[in-house]
């Protein structure tokens, strides 16, 4: 079955730091592009940052919001996704949620309806 799996949420305070995981199952080229996507209660799904398929580089690309402060990673041997997320903030506090499409990032990278596989989400809570 096709799966990907988050984990690593948690409550932190504003400053603090967490890293997310996702992974991937054994059915899920993890080499294709993937991406992170958070939704905060009452608001519409917004995303993170993508990281390209490897065979175009693997190019990161950054929301604003989290440009400067949060890095995505793979390491594909692990079938894994990360998402590095330091000096966070309240703002950031959201579900947040890993997917991938079947080949190169869709551009606008944002366009949610590309992307194939979902995970469930994993909860950030960051406090004042």
């Known amino acids: 079955q096709a799966q990907l799996v988050e984990s690593g949420g948690g409550s932190v305070e504003t400053g603090g730091s967490l890293k997310l995981s996702c992974v991937a199952s054994?059915?899920?080229?993890?080499?294709?592009?993937m991406a992170w996507f958070r939704q905060a209660p009452g608001k519409e799904r917004e995303w993170v940052a993508t990281?390209?398929?490897?065979?175009?580089?693997?190019?990161?690309t950054y929301a604003d919001s989290g440009k400067g402060r949060f890095t995505i990673s793979r390491d594909n041997f692990e079938r894994t996704l990360y998402l590095q997320m330091n000096s966070l903030k309240p703002e950031d506090t959201a579900m947040y949620y890993c997917?991938?499409?079947?080949?190169?990032?869709?551009?606008?990278?944002?366009?949610?309806?590309?992307?194939?596989?979902w995970g469930q989400g994993t909860q950030v809570t960051v406090s004042s």
């Open positions: 990281i390209e398929a490897d065979e175009f580089d693997g190019k990161t």
């Open positions: 054994e059915y899920i080229y993890t080499r294709n592009c």
């Open positions: 997917a991938q499409d079947r080949g190169r990032c869709p551009y606008p990278p944002w366009a949610m309806n590309a992307y194939v596989y």
